[in-house]
């Protein structure tokens, strides 16, 4: 087990915060899920499966949709969340940081100022208000641990930092696209004969593209959205780049060759670069990512979180739960050598003066 990467996990304490709230905020109710053809679906069935999935979906870094094959099965790492979680929620409590409900809900209206789609976003992932309220608190708590005994910044601070790093402001130019990928020229040639003859782009894609998803979602980019969403011009390769940046909006193309893709691109629209002028709640965010990022220097919290998981006293009262907890605690305990530096043993030196270690 990748001790480092599990633990890495509170760096992103929102997305734990997600998948545990889901369970949380669907377990009222009735046992029933719904029907199918009128048989009766139960929740029981539905979160057997959700423990037990080998393969899930993934977006990767490209935008595309694939398949992954899990690490261990999503209960194992569901459970892992959870205690994280309650580490947190306890080190906060004992470095006296824990937000009380009054800054949840002050948090809660920051965010909705930030993003208005805030809350709906996350009731449509079937979470509830006190599932929300929860994850807000757990973020907090987060950040406070990160920046305790961080100086205060100031608004004036942001606009100094925002001053002296121009790339902070700098919205890049992007496109809006489909695209048709083949692999030949007869390939090639059968495209550009539909498109001459009046089909349009869209259609040409779903039947000709190579792409995975190109017959679900009409060829749009990136190949796994289900409608063509803005790219950064910059992130593509440099003949799909100029390609791009030759071709009208609402205009076809011409073919790229890159290896043994051939690719022909319908340009929906294009933006230029341009400046971002920052508002208050936009300036107080970026102030706060800057005292977090002072205070992963100054504090520890990794530290904080393996201390909780490795010493703490936990009852699991599922049995097949109950061994994987007991298999990630040996596993911090284990590792918590590594994380908090404390050797264990002398290392072996290396002639040029570094030292040997195992891989992490």
């Known amino acids: 087990m990748n001790l480092k990467r599990m633990i890495s996990a509170t760096a992103a304490i929102s997305a734990l915060v997600v998948l545990a709230g889901c369970g949380g905020g669907s377990a009222s109710g009735s046992s029933s899920l719904g029907t199918f053809n009128e048989a009766p679906i139960s929740r029981e069935d539905y979160y057997k499966k959700l423990e037990t999935m080998q393969v899930v979906r993934v977006v990767d870094g490209n935008g595309n949709v694939v398949q992954a094959r899990l690490a261990e099965p999503m209960s194992n790492q569901a459970l892992q969340m959870v205690m994280i979680e309650q580490a947190i929620l306890q080190a906060a409590r004992d470095e006296k940081v824990l937000p009380s409900s009054e800054d949840v809900q002050k948090e809660r209206k920051f965010r909705e100022e930030l993003r208005p789609s805030y809350i709906n976003e996350l009731k449509q992932m079937g979470l509830t208000m006190p599932d929300i309220d929860r994850q807000i608190l757990l973020e907090l708590a987060q950040e406070r641990l990160t920046t305790r005994g961080v ?72 190949d796994g959205a289900a409608q063509p969403r803005p790219v950064p011009i910059e992130t593509f390769a440099p003949a799909m780049r100029d390609a791009i940046n030759r071709t009208e909006d609402g205009r076809v193309s011409d073919w790229v060759v890159i290896e043994n893709r051939r690719i022909k691109m319908f340009i929906e629209a294009k933006t230029p670069e341009t400046k971002k002028e920052f508002t208050n709640a936009e300036k107080e965010q970026l102030l706060r990512e800057l005292m977090v990022r002072e205070g992963s220097v100054q504090n520890d919290v990794q530290k904080l979180i393996v201390e909780k998981l490795s010493t703490a006293n936990v009852k699991i009262n599922i049995n097949h739960l109950r061994q994987a907890w007991e298999t990630f605690q040996t596993a911090v305990k284990e590792r918590s050598a590594d994380i908090l530096g404390t050797p264990t043993q002398p290392s072996e030196s290396k002639p040029n003066g570094t030292t040997q270690s195992g891989n992490n």
């Open 151 to 222: 100086p205060e910044k100031t608004l004036a601070d942001v606009d100094k930092y925002i001053a002296d790093n121009p790339a902070v402001s700098r919205v890049p130019a992007t496109v809006t696209m489909r695209w048709i990928v083949v692999e030949t020229e007869a390939e090639q040639q059968a495209v550009d004969a539909d498109l001459r003859g009046g089909l349009h782009f869209a259609s040409v894609a779903s039947s000709r593209s190579k792409m995975p998803n190109a017959r679900m979602n009409n060829g749009a980019f990136p």
